[in-house]
């Protein structure tokens, strides 16, 4: 009989993923179900990245490659952050490792940086992931609670009032995933400031960048007064649509970013060869990409407009308004008053409105829901509607 080894004995599924299965499993016994649980963009990949691998397919691109990455697209993605990194000591492809996904550079950084001893500091509500992958590389989770008044969003006190002197590090998220919040310029270089001061490394998310309703979202490159301590994570995902592609990177000192090397060579290898030409495309073909991003940020947009607008049909309904990514976060009902709320909530809409969504529970806030709207207009509102109705029941 299996017994899982302490290596996993504490992990748990991921929520998100358990939301989506659990919808495609109703919508195959029949159900017309609005899965709005799932953070993926519904839009095709851009026509100029589809036509991009299909010629480095007929080139050859079929292979192993280097365990990093290509070397062009490590140029490409350290080029990039060079706009944003003002230092003398400019970010070379050396420092860049290539991944199957965001997700694998995060672990990657998680399992090379942090281990037994140490403490992790994780402003909350955070993507459920990072917890696990912190857990994974056994270290000790410390959430840090945002304040809903300004969209969860943590300080450089709030963080140092929760270190010990077992702190490691701690993970980043702007724009933020459940909550869409966007740190300004000034909040993000005030914790980059503390972590550089304390000797703590940064591992900043950066995926949801370009996915914004204002101004431009600030990387920490474009505030951090060091890089000796930093790992900026992106990839190709969300912004150009390109989920199944599974392309991720990390930007780090070379130091770490060999050992990262070194770790994925014994893991997961390189990632796929044709995805790679693929994400060079989505980098180097600026005018095109552009084109592309800015059509799926407004319809991204005008989702949201016309989800919050329908939700303030009843004022009893919380929703925090995002200025970035594609989320909703709405207080349950019997929030505060109902034990795990907002897992009650989740339910009522799956099992009686066919709308799933995700419990806070998973981003360790138990009286909220995450909502994506990522999926076609007419069907994010009408879910809204029923949002609305369930609410009220």
């Avoid at 079929?62 to 400019?90: C, F, H, K, Q, V």
């Avoid at 990657?108 to 696990?132: M, Q, R």
Wanted: glycine share 6%; charged share 20%; aromatic share 8%.
């Amino acid at each position: 009989m299996f017994s899982p080894s302490a290596n996993i004995a504490q992990l748990r599924e991921s929520a998100t993923i358990a939301v989506s299965q659990r919808a495609r499993a109703l919508k195959a016994a029949g159900r017309h179900i609005i899965d709005l649980g799932a953070g993926e963009p519904d839009f095709d990949t851009p026509e100029f990245i589809r036509v991009a691998a299909q010629r480095a397919i007929d080139a050859g691109a079929t292979r192993y490659t280097a365990m990093e990455g290509i070397l062009p697209l490590r140029e490409a993605i350290a080029a990039e952050a060079n706009e944003s990194w003002t230092g003398t000591d400019r970010v070379t492809a050396g420092e860049v490792v290539v991944s199957t996904g965001s997700k694998q550079s995060l672990f990657n950084s998680c399992f090379a940086l942090f281990g037994s001893g140490d403490e992790v500091l994780i402003p909350t509500p955070s993507w459920t992931s990072y917890y696990e992958m912190v857990a994974l590389s056994k270290a000790t989770v410390v959430a840090v609670m945002g304040d809903p008044a300004v969209g969860f969003k943590v300080t450089a006190a709030m963080l140092a009032a929760h270190a010990t002197a077992r702190t490691r590090g701690l993970m980043l998220n702007s724009p933020s995933n459940p909550t869409g919040s966007v740190y300004s310029a000034d909040e993000l270089r005030a914790v980059l400031t503390l972590a550089a001061e304390r000797g703590w490394w940064v591992i900043s998310d950066e995926i949801y960048r370009r996915i914004v309703y204002g101004a431009p979202a600030a990387s920490a490159f474009d505030v951090s007064p060091t890089r000796d301590n930093l790992v900026v994570v992106n990839g190709v995902a969300k912004a150009y649509a390109m989920t199944g592609w599974r392309i991720g990177w990390t930007i780090s000192p070379a130091p770490l970013a060999k050992a990262m090397t070194a770790l994925q060579s014994h893991t997961t290898s390189n990632a796929a060869a044709v995805s790679q030409h693929a994400a060079l495309a989505a980098l180097t073909m600026r005018a095109e990409a552009d084109v592309a991003i800015a059509s799926m940020v407004a319809q991204f947009a005008k989702r949201r407009d016309a989800a919050i607008a329908i939700l303030h049909q009843d004022p009893r309904i919380e929703v925090l308004r995002p200025d970035g990514a594609f989320y909703l976060y709405i207080r349950a009902p019997g929030a505060g008053t109902v034990a795990d709320a907002g897992t009650v909530f989740a339910t009522q809409l799956l099992e009686k409105a066919d709308v799933a969504v995700v419990p806070g529970s998973a981003f360790l806030t138990p009286d909220w829901v995450r909502v994506s709207y990522a999926a076609e207009q007419s069907q994010v509102e009408e879910a809204m509607r029923r949002i609305v109705t369930a609410y009220g029941a």
